[in-house]
T-cell receptor
Framework: EAGVAQSPRYKIIEKRQSVAFWCNPI?????LYWYQQILGQGPKLLIQ????????DSQLPKDRFSAERLKGVDSTLKIQPAKLEDSAVYLC??????????????FGPGTRLTVL | KQEVTQIPAALSVPEGENLVLNCSFT??????LQWFRQDPGKGLTSLLL?????REQTSGRLNASLDKSSGRSTLYIAASQPGDSATYLC????????????FGQGTRLTINP
């Protein structure tokens, strides 16, 4: 089966610019996650969707980050305006259901963002 | 607040050696613990998942143990190979509240031929 797809793979922008990342989960997966991974750290969950509803966005900096999952399939994560500290790899993952059942999360290759 | 720590941050060993990676967590109220592998420029691949009621899981040359009461897990890699070079991350899933994985910072492993 096809894995989780993400685009673009790399993005370089200047601070205060805006940027958007796209994720297409594995077909049939109801749960979608966006993680931020700063160099030398483990991934940190930004937002979790169950179908097209938000389950957890407690660690999403809502003043500059937004995410949507229209129609419960693809998802877009946006940063506006970007700051230097947003430089990181943004990982998208999906699973059949929420983590309560211990479902494995399948990760995409990530988008490496550099903010200059 | 759950915190996950992995020691060491980096490890370099010659090919063929057996090795152990360590993971500790502060809150024992977990649903499961996973070990992931991350290769440069690629996403994470799940290696082993241990439910909170289990003590260990094995897959090929990999063996992961879990001691929930002491907040520790180890990943044992037998007969290491250069292809095992990667960053290894452990992550815990809480058993209540928001169902999200909390990751350690990872151990970067290099196997020298």
């Amino acid at each position: 089966e096809a894995g989780v797809a993400q685009s673009p793979r790399y993005k370089i922008i200047e601070k205060r610019q805006s940027v958007a990342f796209w994720c297409n989960p594995i077909s049939g997966h109801a749960t979608l996650y966006w993680y931020q991974q700063i160099l030398g750290q483990g991934p940190k969950l930004l937002i979790q969707f169950q179908n097209n509803g938000v389950v957890d966005d407690s660690q999403l900096p809502k003043d500059r980050f937004s995410a949507e999952r229209l129609k419960g399939v693809d998802s877009t994560l946006k940063i506006q305006p970007a700051k230097l500290e947003d430089s990181a790899v943004y990982l998208c993952a999906s699973s059949w259901t929420s983590g309560r059942l211990g479902d494995t999360q399948y990760f995409g290759p990530g988008t490496r963002l550099t903010v200059l | 607040k759950q915190e996950v720590t992995q020691i060491p941050a980096a490890l370099s060993v010659p090919e063929g050696e057996n090795l152990v990676l360590n993971c500790s967590f502060t809150d024992s109220a977990i649903y499961n613990l996973q070990w992931f592998r991350q290769d440069p420029g690629k996403g994470l691949t799940s290696l082993l998942l241990i439910q909170s009621s289990q003590r260990e899981q094995t897959s090929g040359r990999l063996n992961a143990s879990l001691d929930k009461s002491s907040g520790r897990s180890t990943l044992y890699i037998a007969a290491s190979q250069p292809g095992d070079s990667a960053t290894y991350l452990c992550a815990v899933l809480r058993d209540q509240g928001a169902q999200k994985l909390v990751f350690g910072q990872g151990t970067r492993l290099t196997i020298n031929p």
